[in-house]
């Protein structure tokens, strides 16, 4: 049972930067791809960034050019780096795996952005 672990939520204002961390109790990175989601209240969970084993990634919209995920393969660590939050970033953030067909997350950590 693989277990992720995010960290660096907080209440920030518009404008501001955070940065997430999101450690696995096991070294998957070499094996697996890993995600970004967050969830807003009253809303569905949805896709924020992945990066694929190769270390390619992607981003939904409406993060492009403001959010970077990264890894640390040495610190066994996924960052989510995001710069001019806005307001509608208010969201808890979860780290996400598939590992052969499972489905893993983290706690969530929360974001509030203040306007």
């Known amino acids: 049972q693989v277990q992720l672990v995010e960290s660096g939520g907080g209440l920030v204002q518009a404008g501001g930067s955070l940065t997430l961390s999101c450690v696995p109790s096991?070294?998957?990175?070499?094996?697996?791809?890993m995600d970004w989601y967050r969830q807003a209240p009253g809303k569905q969970r949805e896709f924020v960034a992945r990066?694929?084993?190769?270390?390619?990634?992607n981003y939904a919209e409406t993060g492009k050019g403001r959010f970077t995920i990264s890894r640390d393969a040495a610190a066994n660590t996924l960052y989510l780096h995001m710069n001019s939050l806005r307001p509608e970033d208010t969201a808890v953030y979860f780290c996400?795996?598939?590992?052969?067909?499972?489905?893993?997350w983290g706690q969530g950590t929360q974001v509030t952005v203040s306007s």
């Open positions: 996400h795996a598939n590992i052969l067909a499972i489905d893993y």
């Open positions: 096991d070294d998957i990175f070499e094996l697996n791809g």
């Open positions: 990066m694929n084993v190769g270390g390619e990634t």
